[in-house]
T-cell receptor, first 112, second 111 residues
Framework: DVKVTQSSRYLVKRTGEKVFLECVQD?????MFWYRQDPGLGLRLIYF???????EKGDIPEGYSVSREKKERFSLILESASTNQTSMYLC???????????FGNGTRLTVT | QKEVEQNSGPLSVPEGAIASLNCTYS??????FFWYRQYSGKSPELIMS????GDKEDGRFTAQLNKASQYVSLLIRDSQPSDSATYLC???????????FGTGTRLKVLA
């Protein structure tokens, strides 16, 4: 079974802080994703990575960056956290495009 | 028009009844279709995948796909209170990393 692990379930950060969200998968998947989920807006793609050091912007990349230095790890970085980045953040991975996404447990981030 | 549309609900059904959840999508390049269940405060978990027209059954769950009409549905037989959750429909555009999610239908199964 695929295991996708997000390092924190809950985070509270202050406006302006630099925030790191970590995600690790154990299935040697090439493809990893970061989504955020907000009520009424559904899941929106922030960034996608298809290989080490390779990334593509999703629908809402502004205010975020990512890092993929190792195949199993995909990090989301909020350069300067703002209150409108308060959200549920979901990491996912897949081996082959078109397969179902496997999600981590999610990180509920609150920016005050 | 939203790319993947679902009725937000809540859809209330009595315990033991069949719950029918529907989803329409706009992109004819959609190739893979998924239903996820999400409990409040938790992450989505995969229930069913369907890739070709017709029905696919897995236990109490049946997914139905009609590409000509661009809809996909999920039937839950013998609904249980533990099925109360939000159900997300998702589609993947063929050959891309784009997975488009609906905003979900909230299901309430009444004991």
């Amino acid at each position: 079974d695929v295991k996708v692990t997000q390092s924190s379930r809950y985070l509270v950060k202050r406006t302006g802080e630099k925030v790191f969200l970590e995600c690790v998968q154990d299935m040697d998947h090439e493809n990893m994703f970061w989504y955020r989920q907000d009520p009424g807006l559904g899941l929106r793609l922030i960034y996608f990575s298809y290989d080490v050091k390779m990334k593509e912007k999703g629908d809402i990349p502004e205010g975020y960056s990512v890092s993929r230095e190792k195949k199993e790890r995909f990090s989301l970085i909020l350069e300067s956290a703002s209150t409108n980045q308060t959200s549920m953040y979901l990491c996912a991975s897949i081996g082959v495009l078109g397969s179902p996404l496997h999600f981590g447990n999610g990180t509920r981030l609150t920016v005050t | 028009q939203k790319e993947v549309e679902q009725n937000s609900g809540p859809l209330s059904v009595p315990e033991g009844a069949i719950a029918s959840l529907n989803c329409t999508y706009s992109d004819r390049g959609s190739q893979s279709f998924f239903w996820y269940r999400q409990y409040s405060g938790k992450s989505p978990e995969l229930i069913m995948s369907i890739y070709s027209n017709g029905d696919k059954e897995d236990g109490r769950f049946t997914a139905q796909l009609n590409k000509a009409s661009q809809y996909v549905s999920l039937l839950i037989r013998d609904s249980q209170p533990s099925d109360s959750a939000t159900y997300l429909c998702a589609v993947n555009i063929v050959g891309t990393y784009k997975y488009i999610f609906g905003t979900g239908t909230r299901l309430k199964v009444l004991a």
